[in-house]
C-alpha cells in the first residue's frame, strides 16, 4: 500500500514539473511583445544567376511562414531591385510583417585569358597549338581568327585574335588579341636530341641555324646538372666556356669546371635572358628545358645475331623454352614465343604479376669477353596496350662470385610508348671482366617494390639485347 501512495505522489510530482515548463514556454511567448524581421542587404548578383537563399535568406523571431517577392528562383534583369517578404506568424495573436531590402544585379564577370605573343614564325609554317594557346580562368571554348592551318604572309606585327565563350554564367564572352612576326629567318632552337658528351670536361648540342655571335657572358646562360644515384651524385656543374664548332657553326659546344662521365646522368638547359647568343641574322637562341646528354656508344654490337641476346633456338621446357634462359619450375611468367619479334623469328614474353620468378640468362654468349669499363646496354621492349608497368630491373652476376650482384640497373618504362617495339638504353658501368670462361647471369626481375600502385598481371615482350663499348668513362 505504501509503494502505491509512493508511485502515485512521484506522478503528481512529474506532472506539475511538466506543467510549469510548458507555462513557461508560454510566458516567454507572450513576452514577446514586438514581431522582428531580420534581413541585411544581400551582396551584389551577377546577371543571369537565380536569386537563391543567399539573397532571400529573412528570419523571424517567432514560428511562422515567409513569402519572397520575387520567389526563389527568380531571374533578375540588370539593375537594382526591390525584395518583398512577408511573414505570417504561426500564432494569430502575433500581427503579420513585411520587409524590404534592395539587391543589385551587376554584369556578369570577365574571364582571364593567359595568352603571350607567339615567338617569330617561320614564313610558310602554318600557325599550330603552338602559337594559338590561349588559356582562361574558367572552362569554355575558343575560336582563333585566324584559326590552326592558316600560313601567314611575311610581316611584323600580324594580329591573332582569340573569341571566348565561357560554359559558366558567371561569366561573359570576352576576346583577346596578341601579336605575331613572320620572317624569312627566325630565332635559334635547340635540335632535338643532339645534346651529346664530347669529352670528360665538355659536351656539346645543335641548333637549327647557324651561330653569328655569343655575345659577353654566354655561360650565365648555361644549367649543366649532373646525377649518379649509386655514387651519390646530384649537383650543377659549372659552365667556364662556351664556344662554335669551327667546322659546323650549328654546333655550340660547352667547357665544364668538373668531369662528367659515361654513367652519369647528365643534362643541358639554357636561358636566353642577357645571354646573347644569336644568330647570323641575329636572332636569339631560345630557351630550352633540360636535355638529356647522350653519351655515344662505339664499335659493334657484342651480341648481334647471338641466341642468347635474340631468344632464337628453343630448349628444354625447365629453360623457359630458350637456350640459354632459366625460369625455374613450370607455372613461369616466362617463355619464349613466336608470336611477337623485332629480327629472327621469336621474343621472350612475360604475363605475370610482380615478385614472380626472375628470368635467368646464362652469359653473354659464346665467346663473349667483356672488359672492365662502360658499356651501353640496350633492349628492343613491347609492352601491351593497357600496361601501367612503370619499371623492371636488371642485373648482372658471377658464378665465380656466388652470384653476388656485381652491377644493376632499373630501366624506367612507364612513359615509354604502348604497342609498340620500343629500344631502351642505359649505361652501365661493369667493375670487372665478363667472359664466357666465368659462367655470368644476366636477370630480369619484375618487382612490387618498383611499381607502386600497379596492380594486375603485365603483360610485355623482350628482344633483341644489345651491348657496345662505350669510349667514355665510368665515374669512379
Not at 654513367?263 to 636572332?283: H, L, M, R, Y
Request: charged share 20%; aromatic share 8%.
Amino acid at each position: 500500500m505504501k509503494k502505491r501512495i509512493i508511485y502515485f505522489l512521484g506522478f503528481v510530482i512529474m506532472g506539475l514539473s511538466v506543467a510549469l515548463i510548458t507555462s513557461c514556454e508560454d510566458d516567454e511567448l507572450f513576452s514577446i511583445k514586438d514581431v522582428l524581421i531580420t534581413w541585411e542587404e544581400p551582396a551584389d548578383v551577377i546577371d543571369g544567376v537565380a536569386l537563391s537563399e543567399t539573397e532571400l535568406s529573412a528570419t523571424a523571431n517567432v514560428p511562422g511562414t515567409m513569402v519572397f517577392t520575387p520567389a526563389l528562383g527568380t531571374v533578375l534583369p540588370k539593375g537594382d531591385h526591390t525584395l518583398t517578404a512577408d511573414f505570417t506568424p504561426r500564432e494569430s495573436k502575433y500581427p503579420s510583417l513585411t520587409k524590404t531590402v534592395t539587391v543589385t544585379v551587376v554584369d556578369k564577370l570577365i574571364p582571364v585569358i593567359t595568352w603571350e605573343n607567339p615567338d617569330v614564325l617561320a614564313l610558310g609554317t602554318p600557325l599550330s597549338e603552338e602559337q594559338l594557346n590561349a588559356t582562361a580562368d574558367v572552362e569554355g571554348t575558343f575560336v582563333y581568327t585566324p584559326p590552326i592551318g592558316t600560313v601567314l604572309p611575311l610581316g611584323e606585327n600580324q594580329e591573332l585574335k582569340v573569341d571566348f565563350t565561357p560554359s559558366v554564367i558567371t561569366h561573359q564572352p570576352t576576346s583577346k588579341t596578341v601579336m605575331i612576326n613572320v620572317r624569312d629567318v627566325v630565332p635559334l632552337r635547340y635540335a632535338d636530341k643532339s645534346a651529346v658528351y664530347t669529352g670528360l670536361e665538355s659536351l656539346a648540342f645543335n641548333v637549327d641555324g647557324e651561330v653569328g655571335s655569343l655575345g659577353d657572358n654566354p655561360e650565365m646562360g648555361f644549367t649543366v646538372h649532373v646525377t649518379n644515384n649509386g655514387k651519390l651524385v646530384d649537383k650543377d656543374i659549372e659552365v667556364t666556356g662556351v664556344s662554335i664548332n669551327a667546322e659546323d657553326a650549328t654546333q655550340i659546344e660547352l667547357t665544364l669546371a668538373q668531369e662528367i662521365y659515361a654513367d652519369d646522368i647528365i643534362t643541358v638547359a639554357f636561358n636566353q635572358e642577357g645571354s646573347g647568343i644569336v644568330s647570323t641574322d641575329e636572332q636569339p637562341l631560345l630557351s630550352f628545358d633540360a636535355k638529356q646528354v647522350s653519351v655515344l656508344a662505339t664499335g659493334e654490337d657484342f651480341l648481334a645475331g647471338n641466341a642468347w641476346a635474340g631468344f632464337e633456338p628453343t630448349a628444354a621446357p625447365n629453360t623457359g623454352g630458350v637456350a640459354g634462359y632459366w625460369v625455374g619450375a613450370l607455372p613461369h611468367p616466362w617463355a619464349r614465343t613466336t608470336d611477337m619479334f623485332v629480327s629472327g623469328e621469336a621474343s621472350m614474353k612475360f604475363v605475370g604479376g610482380f615478385d614472380d620468378k626472375p628470368l635467368y640468362g646464362m652469359n653473354f654468349g659464346d665467346n663473349v669477353d667483356t672488359e672492365p669499363g662502360a658499356y651501353e646496354v640496350s633492349h628492343k621492349i613491347y609492352i601491351e596496350e593497357g600496361s601501367d608497368l612503370k619499371m623492371i630491373r636488371t642485373t648482372i652476376a658471377r658464378k665465380s662470385n656466388g652470384w653476388e650482384t656485381d652491377t644493376e640497373t632499373t630501366w624506367d618504362v612507364e612513359n615509354i610508348k604502348r604497342g609498340e617495339w620500343v629500344t631502351i638504353k642505359r649505361i652501365m658501368n661493369f667493375p670487372v671482366a665478363f667472359n664466357n670462361s666465368d659462367r655470368c647471369r644476366y636477370t630480369y626481375y619484375v618487382q612490387a617494390d618498383l611499381n607502386e600502385g600497379v596492380t594486375g598481371d603485365q603483360t610485355f615482350y623482350l628482344d633483341d639485347m644489345g651491348l657496345r663499348k662505350v669510349d667514355a668513362a665510368a665515374r669512379p
